[in-house]
């Protein structure tokens, strides 16, 4: 796996960074409705997260759903874990799933 420089990449990112978001867009201005969604449900929690656009790099739009084995966009990692895509990060949340989850994995509010 780590023979793939795409793979690595995601690695990195998802070792590097707490909560991360692969997204069509960026949190500032996503360019769909369902990355729009799940930055609207972690805004809304207010945890940080580094929103990664797949649309700047096709081997990484593409590279990330081999990744997972999920095929849409976006997917949320929490921790390192994928978490799941719009629908599972929707349905969590409305469960206080998401909520929980974050507050076992140590995520807390950012400071406004």
């Known amino acids: ?3 793939n420089p795409v793979f690595e990449r995601i690695r990195r990112e998802i070792e590097a960074n707490p ?18 969604r ?16 797949v649309l700047e790099d096709y081997d990484l739009r593409e590279g990330i759903k081999a ?3 999920w095929p849409t966009i976006p997917q949320l990692y929490i921790c390192g874990e ?12 409305q469960a206080g799933e998401l909520q929980q989850l974050l507050a076992e994995k140590g995520i807390t509010r950012a400071e406004a």
């Open 1 to 3: 796996m780590s023979d």
């Open 19 to 36: 909560v991360v978001l692969f997204m069509k867009g960026t949190p500032v201005f996503p360019q769909c409705g369902f990355s729009a």
């Open 38 to 53: 799940v930055v609207q449900i972690l805004s809304h929690l207010g945890v940080p997260f580094k929103g990664i656009n």
């Open 67 to 69: 990744y997972t084995n």
């Open 82 to 93: 994928f978490v799941g895509g719009c629908d599972i990060v929707t349905e969590m949340f």
